[in-house]
């Protein structure tokens, strides 16, 4: 018997959440459990972050982050050498 595989997608609602939320399943197959995440939801935003998420939309899949949904999101350095915090 085949396991099936477990696919989360967080997200907000937001437009980009749409599509990936339709991108997932469209390529998802017959043994891909889907669920979707509402990220506004206070106990859905804490396991995201303790899965490491730093923006949405993001993919989980069987309990990891995806490689194209990690290391995004904001960085207060970033932010800092780009003037944040920083008068003109």
Avoid at 41 to 61: F, M, Y
Wanted: glycine share 8%; hydrophobic share 40%; with cysteine.
């Amino acid at each position: 018997m085949n396991a099936k595989r477990k696919i989360e997608v967080f997200s907000a609602g937001c437009p980009v959440c749409e599509e990936t939320m339709a991108l997932v399943n469209q390529i998802a197959c017959s043994l891909c459990e889907v669920t979707v995440l509402d990220t506004k939801r206070p106990e859905i935003a804490a396991r995201a972050k303790q899965l490491g998420i730093r923006s949405i939309p993001a993919v989980v899949i069987d309990g990891k982050l995806a490689d194209c949904c990690a290391g995004r999101g904001p960085d207060e350095k970033i932010l800092r050498a780009a003037g944040v915090g920083q008068s003109l």
